[in-house]
């Protein structure tokens, strides 16, 4: 291999590695001392408890592992958002889990628990996939109570999803193992079937200490809402349980009698391996994010026996759309390619760039997936949409659109993965959070954000710089300079994965060697919702 191919290879392991240090730090929660407290009570904690429920040897898939990175840093943070959710395999059957962990301030809901916990039902919706609740939460942080009870997107959502799940046939099943208490207890409540662990699990509207103040009651929590008094005497729990364990033991006892749901039927063959190796996608992907590379070489590097078939491969060249398969799933890819291209016009296009035919070409290709059920995929590094009048004059408002119309009407599942840059409407475009991929992660060398670093310092500068000067002051070259590194620090800091990932913009930040492993267990969920039909609305013809 060549010399820039080493160099990106050390660089992009040298952010995985700090990929695994962030992860494994996220994974502690509230630190060794805070788990210790959790084993001395005899619980278990948020992520011991998956580990035992899901079936051994089996992938448990996370969904924002970073929610909260950097966040409520005036409360002591909240790492991973307080909660642990994903997708995890119960007597072979794929499941949404959601566990709180109490290592982290009690389990308390700050903002970013409630984004998350509706990420997890949003998620259950989409595929129809049961869902577990491992409930082990104070309830609402009261310092960010305004910022978490009434709105729409707020707590009390979850219980409304509990509502409609229940109508669309999702089974929803909970374990309460810690705390439960005021509006969070219906979650639980509303489930199918709810189950609570002797001694350490307790629910009830209102704690002992604000009964007291409100009726001037005197009773203990265990009297109040212990595992006897709901399993004995109010019947709000169905069964309680010694412990962690054999409560556990029993939700997975559950799944084993669950029937099969229908399917959308997805094309599924044997899975194969690509032939080119998957390691050398680290060495063909530049971290240099203006650097130019073949696409084409990092999907050959994805997908199924390395066999790729491209559609209107010499047409509309700066988006690459085919079909493959991954682990099996047959799978329709769009594709930012990031190599300049020419055009039959003689015409040179700037890779990552939409243009006209890249947009019609892609439209089209999405639309021909949904005609034939294949998911889509979207490998997503763009600059955004060609600007400047010969692209006005040539209608890319016009084309945009309709790729936008296809890939928002699409009824098929889609997948996004963001390998370098995400900016401006091409993240819309090539399906970004706001179109409801089914799934979306980054890979270390995403960048997202309305455009680049470079581009946007310089912009927030010249505003800056006009609106000292129409204040009458006047700006020195070296404070010019000095002003544009404060500002283009900033800007950067924003552009992180992380900064992304911490706000659930993405799922997750991955490994590029896990991205087979992630659509395949998200095609096998959305396998489990057969599809609406296919309305793509008015196209801008």
């Known amino acids: 291999m060549d010399l820039e191919f080493n160099r990106n290879e050390d660089q992009f392991k040298q952010l995985i590695g700090q990929l695994q240090h962030k992860s494994k730090k ?5 630190g060794q001392k805070k788990i210790d407290e959790q084993h001395q009570k005899g619980k278990w904690t948020a992520r011991e408890r998956i580990e035992y429920l899901i079936d051994e040897q089996t992938d ?12 409520y840093t005036e409360y002591g943070g909240c790492p991973s958002g307080g909660v642990v959710i994903g997708l995890g395999y119960i007597k072979g059957k794929l499941t949404v889990i959601v566990a709180n962990d109490a ?13 998350k916990n509706l990420r997890a039902q949003e998620i259950a919706m989409e595929n129809k996939l049961p869902i577990v609740y491992l409930v082990d939460s104070a309830g609402v942080f009261l310092p960010m109570q305004d910022e978490i009870f009434p709105d729409k997107e707020h707590f009390g959502r979850q219980f409304r999803n509990n509502a409609k799940m229940s109508a669309m046939g999702i089974i929803q099943i909970a374990a309460i193992m810690g705390s439960c208490v005021a509006g969070g207890a219906y979650l639980p409540i509303m489930s199918d079937e709810a189950m609570i662990v002797d001694k350490t699990g307790s629910i009830f509207l209102a704690g002992s200490y604000l009964v007291k103040a409100a009726i001037g009651e005197e009773v203990d929590n265990e009297k109040l809402g212990g595992a006897t008094t ?17 409560c556990l033991d029993y939700i997975r006892s559950l799944f084993e009698k669950f029937g099969d749901s229908q399917t959308a039927g997805f094309s599924r063959t044997t899975p194969q391996m690509p032939k080119d190796k998957q390691e050398e996608i680290l060495g063909l992907l530049p971290v240099d994010r203006v650097k130019p590379y073949d696409t084409l070489k990092i999907i050959r590097r994805l997908v199924d026996g390395s066999d790729f078939q491209e559609y209107k491969a010499l047409y509309g060249k700066t988006i690459i759309c085919g079909t493959a398969r991954i682990n099996g799933w047959a799978v ?13 016009k003689g015409e040179m296009q700037m890779g990552g760039v939409i243009y006209s035919d890249s947009a019609d070409k892609a439209a089209r290709f999405i639309m021909n997936c949904n005609q034939r059920k294949i998911p889509l995929v979207f490998l997503q590094d763009v600059s955004g949409f060609m600007v400047g009048s010969k692209a006005e004059h040539g209608g890319i408002i016009k084309d945009g659109a309709k790729m936008v119309n296809a890939m928002a009407n699409s009824t ?8 370098g840059n995400s900016y401006g409407a091409g993240n819309y475009a090539m399906c970004g959070k706001a179109y409801d991929p089914r799934l979306i992660f ?14 946007a310092a310089k912009t927030l500068l010249q505003i800056r710089v006009s609106s000292l000067k129409a204040q009458g002051k006047t700006i020195t070259k070296e404070e010019e300079e000095s002003l544009l590194k404060e500002i283009t620090d900033r800007y950067n800091e924003q552009l992180s994965p992380y900064y992304a990932a911490s706000r659930l913009w993405v799922d997750g930040i991955i490994d590029p060697l896990e991205t087979r492993k992630i659509i395949s267990m998200g095609i096998e969920a959305a396998n489990h919702s057969p599809l609406e039909k296919f309305n793509v609305g008015v196209i801008q013809t």
């Open 26 to 30: 996220v994974k502690s929660g509230g």
């Open 60 to 71: 448990f898939l996370e969904v924002g592992l970073f929610a909260g990175e950097g966040m």
């Open 103 to 115: 290592t982290v301030k009690a389990g308390a809901w700050f903002p970013i628990t409630a984004k």
């Open 230 to 246: 709901h399993c004995e005497i109010s019947g709000v729990t169905d069964n309680k349980f010694p412990d962690d364990k054999s």
């Open 332 to 344: 329709g890819i769009v594709a930012n390619q990031r190599s300049v291209v020419k055009n039959k």
């Open 412 to 419: 098929v599942p889609k997948f996004t993965f963001i390998i």
């Open 442 to 455: 980054a890979w270390p060398t995403a960048q997202i954000a309305v455009m680049s670093g470079g581009s």
